[in-house]
Every structure is written in structure tokens, then in C-alpha cells.
């Protein structure tokens, strides 16, 4: 595709994010794209979507949107555990796709859709559209580029995920190991453990508490604080729950040359004269001292910037935000705290993807079983403020 053509795209699963995706590109504040196709296996939805969006193609099966030549790329925005299914065939339909986060519920599935991507020479992305936050994206530049020195500790409260039981019973695929395959670290965690990673690195080992259904009726956990272990030595602390209100959301990052503190929408940087360790085994008797710095958020609309910024590495080959197979990591992190909360054991990364996968398989044969045919959400277009970054 040469860059003067606009990416023509399809989205798949127009519910909540899905509508409000479509509404982005068809009100064109998308740059270099324009939406051709739209399809949900609803067939009531099916037919809502061909009244308002008249001029746009509309399927009830991906197979035939992967088949009609209406589209070059698709966005997948279907409940999880249909990401990588989707995906795999729209690569191998000729497809460039995004797919709404997580990128799968198990490693070992998500690792079939990324080599399926690597198989067509498609573009793959993930919608983490949290890493277009500056203070998200300084304190990357900061702790990657060696500004605060050795790593110690990281510690993320994130707890202001609330969500009321009407969610829950929103969409009956919700909050069952069948239809969403977790909870709280599943569905709404994904960013914050994709940023944790992306800013601080992977750790080496995962130790985790998951409480399910502490504070609602479900099945999978809406309380969970894992322990993490970097190859360094430091340590690091997450922390998130769907309970909790007024919740937390800060990000406390200690290095041996100083700290970064995010919260209320303000990252507050302290830099040390003398790197701590150096001072700790030295003669000085002068305590280090610090300069600080601030810097404030500035709101901005990330969902749209992740669909323009694929389309422009379909068109321009820019670098991704996120590509898919990233993707990847928060997803580790994530099975690696429901395996060590099953078995009561650290789990040692890179963990056992098909140990994992046998585990999850089992809860969902005596868990509760979602109609995943009667799985759309109650929505109506909006925008939800509760998908930015919220302090
Ligand atoms: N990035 C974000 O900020 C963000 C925000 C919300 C949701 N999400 C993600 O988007 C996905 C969807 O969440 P939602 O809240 O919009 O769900 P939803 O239940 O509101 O919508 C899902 C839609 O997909 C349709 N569908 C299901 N299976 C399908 C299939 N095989 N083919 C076509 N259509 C199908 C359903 O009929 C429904 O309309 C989830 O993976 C979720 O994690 C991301």
C-alpha cells in the first residue's frame, strides 16, 4: 500500500470499544483510514449497524468480512478468548490487524496468532492505548535510559478499576473463566501490567494472591496483588481490585539514583546528587542531596493516536506503539499470578505455557458457562471516560 491510499478498515465486534472505535473512524478523526466493513455475530446488532452506518458493509461472520475485499486491516474488539481465532485468519486472509487488549486469555494461544503474523509479513498491533500517556512514556525514557540508576523497587497501586455488579451482569461472557478466562488482572489490569513491564522491564519471578469474587458475584478474582522479583535482585509490588472506591492509582519507581512518583496525573521526579550506593560505601558525610522535577498529564485521546499510528505504519511503515506480540508479556504476567495463586508456588518466568493452558482449561470445564452467543453488552456509542488513564 503506498502512503497516498487510505487504509481501508474493518472492524469486528462492535459492542462497547468496538462502537466506540467505529464511531472514531467513521467521524473521521482517524486520519488515513475510512471504515468499509463493520461485523458482529448479533444479528440484532447486524442490523442496527446497517442503519447507522448506511454507506459501510456489515457481516454477522468475520469469514465473510476476511472474504469480501472490502478491507485491508481489522480491528478486533470481541470478547478475549476469540482474539487470537480472529486474528490468525485475517492474517492468513492477507489482513493487517489490531487487536483490542489482551491479545489472547493463555500464552499458548496469543503465541499462535504472533506466528501468524510473522507468517503473512502483516502489521500486528495492540491496543494499549494507556502508552500514549506522557508521564507513562517519561518515566520509560527515565528508568530505560539509566536516569535513576540500578532499579530497586516498583510499586503500582492500581486500584481505581471499580466496578459495580451491573457491570458484571452487563455481558454474561464477563468475569467466567469460559467467556473471559479472569478477572480483574484479565480485563481491566491488562494496561497497567503492559506498562509496568514496558517501563521497568520483565521480572525473572511472580508470586501472587488473586481473591476471587471479594467483593461480587463472580467467578474469577476482583482483588489480586502480585510480588515480583527482576533479575537484579529489586523487588516490585502490584496492586488492583474492581472493589475499592475511591481507588488508587500510583506508581512509586525507587533506582539507586533516585524516584519517580506518579499520581493525581503529575509524575514527580527526584534526582540524586550521588548515586545512594556509591554514597552508602563512601567516606561523605554529607548526605546526598536531590533535584526535583514535575511533570503534569495532558489529556489526550489514546484509543484514537493507537488507530492512527497503525495506520501510518501500514501506510509510511512507522514504528508501532505497541506490537502485538508485546502483547505477550503483560499476558505472562497475568497467567503467571493466576498459576502461582492455584498452586499456592512462585512461578519461575519463562513460565510453562502449557502447564498454564491444562490449569485454565480445567476451570473452565467446572466453572460457570457463558452464552457466548448472547454475549453484547449493553452500549450505546459513548465514549467511556473509565477507558483512559484515570487518576
Ligand atoms: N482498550 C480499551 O480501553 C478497552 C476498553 C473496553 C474493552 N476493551 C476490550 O475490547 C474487547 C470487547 O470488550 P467490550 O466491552 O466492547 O465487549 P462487548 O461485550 O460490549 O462487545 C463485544 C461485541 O462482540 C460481538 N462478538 C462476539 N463474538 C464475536 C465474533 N466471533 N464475531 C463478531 N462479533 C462478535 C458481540 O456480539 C458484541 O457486540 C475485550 O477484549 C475488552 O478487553 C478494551
Redesign the pocket.
Known sequence: MSGEEVVRLGI?????????HANSVYGGHVPGTVLTAL????PA?ARELQELYPDVAV????EELFASGTVDAVV?????Y??P??AIRAFESGLHVL????IGVSCAKAREMVAAAKASGKRFAV????RTNKLFIRARELVQGGALGELKRSVWIITNWYRKQSYYD??N??ATWSGEGGGVL??QA??NLDLWQWICGMPVQVQASCDVGKYHDIEVEDDATLFVRYENGATGVFITSTGDYPGTNRLEITGTRGKIVIEGGTLTLQTLSVDERTYCFGTDPEKPTWETAVIEDEKIN??RA?LANFARSIRYGDALIARGEEGLNELTLCNAAYLSAWTGESVSLPMDDEAYQAALEERVRTGRKAQ?S??????NGEY?A???TNW
Open positions: 469486528i465486534g462492535i459492542g462497547n470499544i468496538g462502537t466506540a461485523c458482529d455475530s448479533d446488532r457481516f454477522e461472520d468475520a478486533i474488539a470481541t470478547p478475549h476469540s482474539h481465532t480472529l487487536s483490542e487488549k489482551p491496543m494499549f492505548n494507556q452487563s455481558g461472557w464477563r484479565m480485563n491488562p494496561h489514546g484509543h493507537v457466548l448472547k454475549s453484547r453488552s449493553t452500549h467511556l473509565r477507558w483512559n
